[in-house]
C-alpha cells in the first residue's frame, strides 16, 4: 500500500510539474514603428576648383571643376544655381555653372538653366561642378576672384 501510495504521489508531482509551466504561460507583442524622412547628404570633403583666365587679355574666368559626391535615401533631385560672385572686381557678364554627376548606374548633367538630375536612391553621386564668369568682352581686372555655385538635392 505504502509502495502505491508512493507511486501515485511520484506521479501526481511529475504531472504537476510538467503541466504547470505550460498552464501559466502568456505571450505578448511590442510593436515598434516609425517614419525615415527622405534626406541626403552631401560629401563631407569637398575639393574646390579654381578659377583662372586663359591669358593676358582673357574676358572670362573659367578654371578646373570641383568635386563632391552626394547620397540620398530615397529617390531626389539634384539642381545647380548659377555661381554667385564672393570676392573680386565685379564681373557684369554672363555667369553659368554646370554639373555632371556618376555612379554606379547614374551618368547625367545639368546646367544651372537645365532640367534637375534624378539621384538614383543609395547611390553614392559623384558630381563635378565647373563654373564660368564673363565680363561682356572687357579683359578680366587683376583681382583675386571668389564664386561659391549652390547644389540642392531634394528629396
Same mark, same amino acid.
Given at each position: 500500500m505504502i509502495r502505491?501510495?508512493?507511486? %501515485?504521489?511520484?506521479l501526481l508531482i511529475t504531472g504537476t510539474i510538467v503541466a504547470a509551466p505550460s498552464a501559466f504561460a502568456v505571450d505578448g507583442d511590442v510593436t515598434f514603428s516609425g517614419i525615415v524622412s527622405g534626406t541626403c547628404v552631401f560629401g563631407s570633403t569637398p575639393?574646390?576648383?579654381s578659377i583662372t583666365t586663359s591669358g593676358a587679355n582673357a574676358t572670362s574666368l573659367s578654371g578646373t571643376s570641383?568635386?563632391?559626391?552626394?547620397t540620398c535615401n530615397s529617390p531626389a533631385s539634384l539642381s545647380v544655381a548659377a555661381p554667385?560672385?564672393?570676392l573680386g572686381s565685379i564681373l557684369t557678364g554672363t555667369k553659368t555653372s554646370s554639373v555632371a554627376a556618376s555612379g554606379t548606374t547614374l551618368s547625367a548633367n545639368t546646367t544651372d538653366t537645365g532640367t534637375a538630375i534624378t539621384l538614383v536612391t543609395g547611390e553614392k553621386a559623384n558630381l563635378t561642378v565647373a563654373m564660368t564668369a564673363g565680363n561682356s568682352g572687357n579683359i578680366i581686372p587683376a583681382d583675386t576672384? %571668389?564664386?561659391?555655385?549652390?547644389?540642392t538635392a531634394t528629396p
Amino acid at each position: 500500500m505504502i509502495r502505491r501510495f508512493l507511486l %501515485a504521489s511520484a506521479l501526481l508531482i511529475t504531472g504537476t510539474i510538467v503541466a504547470a509551466p505550460s498552464a501559466f504561460a502568456v505571450d505578448g507583442d511590442v510593436t515598434f514603428s516609425g517614419i525615415v524622412s527622405g534626406t541626403c547628404v552631401f560629401g563631407s570633403t569637398p575639393v574646390a576648383g579654381s578659377i583662372t583666365t586663359s591669358g593676358a587679355n582673357a574676358t572670362s574666368l573659367s578654371g578646373t571643376s570641383a568635386t563632391t559626391d552626394v547620397t540620398c535615401n530615397s529617390p531626389a533631385s539634384l539642381s545647380v544655381a548659377a555661381p554667385v560672385q564672393d570676392l573680386g572686381s565685379i564681373l557684369t557678364g554672363t555667369k553659368t555653372s554646370s554639373v555632371a554627376a556618376s555612379g554606379t548606374t547614374l551618368s547625367a548633367n545639368t546646367t544651372d538653366t537645365g532640367t534637375a538630375i534624378t539621384l538614383v536612391t543609395g547611390e553614392k553621386a559623384n558630381l563635378t561642378v565647373a563654373m564660368t564668369a564673363g565680363n561682356s568682352g572687357n579683359i578680366i581686372p587683376a583681382d583675386t576672384y %571668389a564664386y561659391t555655385v549652390t547644389l540642392t538635392a531634394t528629396p
